[in-house]
């Protein structure tokens, strides 16, 4: 068994109150489940307007395919236009872990 998690820092775009926040977040987690049938949530800096941190997971029996799900998962955010990828933190536990 394989989980790869990544945790996206994202600066966002012109946002002034949390709901404008939730408008820009929201759309990204629900894009990643719909696409690669991952879990994701917002994980951190949810009372900063312009801040967000989505975290993400998934597993598999397969460790290449772990890490190609999870680079598709980091090119999407990245071509996202409404936020800025600041950092992206990716973990990856094998069966020796």
Known sequence: MYVGTLSF???LGDVRSLKEKRSVVRPIIAELQ???TVSVAEVGEQNIHR????????????AGHVSDVLDRCERLVAARPEVELLSVRRRFHGDED
């Open 51 to 62: 801040r967000a941190v989505i975290g993400l997971a998934m597993v598999s029996g397969d």
């Open 9 to 11: 820092d994202l600066l």
């Open 34 to 36: 719909r696409r690669y």
